[in-house]
């Protein structure tokens, strides 16, 4: 997925058709994250059942209107158009973030989903897990895109880091 076009209010994405194929079946993962992932505290016996509990009702709600809009930006014929063999994607520049937050999210899912692997614990990949390496991959490519297209190349705690 190559920027192909910037103006004041939208950006227009490049892909081909096998990249447009994997975007929409990945974005059909959202939301992938269980809403008992996220904890009001780490300490847990600092947090009520009942806080926890609107806090599991206030993500859903918000999963089910990104959910909404997801699905609106998919099915808004103005937004893919062929183009050749290529297909472009018209986003509106207020859209960028909240992509990039439906991306995190499956990214994050499947990394879960992937027994929380890190450089000491390597992922187990077998036929019922590959798709979530897969599509976890699929959405650091597309949020490099994403973000390229802010100007970030590179995350700004690598660059302090070097």
Not at 52 to 64: I, N, V
Request: proline share 5%; net charge negative; with cysteine.
């Amino acid at each position: 997925m190559n920027l192909k076009r910037t103006g004041k209010t939208s950006l227009v994405f490049e892909m081909n058709e096998p990249e447009q194929e994997v975007l929409l079946e990945t974005l059909q993962l959202y939301p992938l994250v269980p809403a008992t992932h996220h904890r009001l505290s780490k300490a847990a016996a600092t947090q009520s059942e009942e806080n926890q509990r609107l806090l599991e009702e206030s993500l859903a709600q918000q999963r089910a209107e990104n959910r909404k809009e997801l699905d609106a930006l998919l099915n808004d014929p103005v937004r893919f158009k062929k183009v050749g063999k290529n297909f472009r994607l018209r986003l509106k520049v207020t859209e960028l973030d909240w992509l990039l937050q439906v991306f995190n999210d499956i990214r994050v899912g499947c990394w879960l989903m992937l027994g929380e692997p890190d450089d000491d614990k390597p992922p187990t990949i077998t036929a019922e897990n590959v798709r979530f390496g897969f599509a976890m991959e699929v959405c650091g490519m597309f949020q490099s895109a994403l973000l390229a297209a802010f100007g970030e190349t590179e995350s700004p705690d690598w660059q302090a880091e070097t």
